[in-house]
């Protein structure tokens, strides 16, 4: 694979987009739906992260005009569209995932979180190693849940996150850049 077809993943919440999708979603459901944020609250009790974010986007949706991008990674992206595929990788929910990806029209694919899987830090190495390989991808991320992503990644683009984080996105693979 030559070092510009190297895929670029993408986390949505904070980097992709500045807003996170769970607490919109929470917010919604509780002025829109209050009867049913004690369901909510039992996936949270149960400590199933997959089936409360699954059940919050089912009952507090939240349309992707909704979301703030993230301006530093979107004029980014651009100049990364058509160099190499770009995906998007979240622990929003799948249909969340390829709503966001449909409406950018930046990316090759999404994965987001499933019943039974919660899309987010070691789980979400995983999937990315299977998918692409061991060092098989660059990934932009913003949060200490994504140095284990970092951690088999080829390259790490911090964005909209504290110097600290890149430093120790650092140690895992090399830094590439920080928005």
């Known amino acids: 694979m030559t070092d510009?077809?190297?895929?670029?993943?993408?986390?949505?919440?904070?980097?992709?987009?500045?807003s996170d999708s769970t607490?919109?979603?929470?917010?919604?459901?509780?002025?829109?739906?209050?009867?049913?944020?004690?369901?909510?609250?039992?996936?949270?009790?149960r400590g199933d992260k997959a089936a409360m974010k699954l059940y919050l986007h089912r009952h507090g949706a939240v349309p992707i005009s909704s979301f703030t991008p993230y301006a530093p990674l979107a004029e980014?992206?651009?100049?990364q569209r058509g160099r190499r595929p770009i995906y998007l990788a979240t622990?929003?929910?799948q249909a969340l995932a390829d709503a966001a990806?449909?409406?950018?029209?930046?990316?090759?694919?999404?994965?987001?979180t499933e019943p039974g899987h919660n899309n987010t830090g070691t789980?979400?190495?995983?999937?990315?190693?299977?998918?692409?390989?061991e060092r098989g991808f660059d990934y932009a991320g913003n949060s200490e849940a994504d140095l284990a992503v970092w951690r088999h990644a080829r390259r790490a683009i911090v964005c909209n996150?504290?110097?600290?984080?890149?430093?120790?996105?650092?140690?895992?693979?090399e830094l590439e850049r920080v928005l």
Request: glycine content about 8%.
């Open 161 to 173: 996150a504290p110097a600290e984080l890149a430093e120790r996105a650092a140690e895992l693979c």
């Open 76 to 79: 980014w992206l651009e100049t």
């Open 101 to 112: 990806a449909r409406s950018t029209g930046i990316f090759d694919g999404a994965f987001g």
């Open 4 to 18: 510009d077809r190297v895929p670029l993943v993408v986390d949505m919440d904070g980097t992709l987009f500045s």
């Open 123 to 133: 789980r979400k190495a995983a999937r990315l190693v299977a998918r692409f390989g």
């Open 91 to 93: 622990g929003a929910p």
């Open 23 to 45: 607490m919109l979603m929470t917010a919604r459901l509780r002025a829109r739906r209050p009867h049913r944020v004690p369901g909510l609250w039992l996936a949270r009790r």
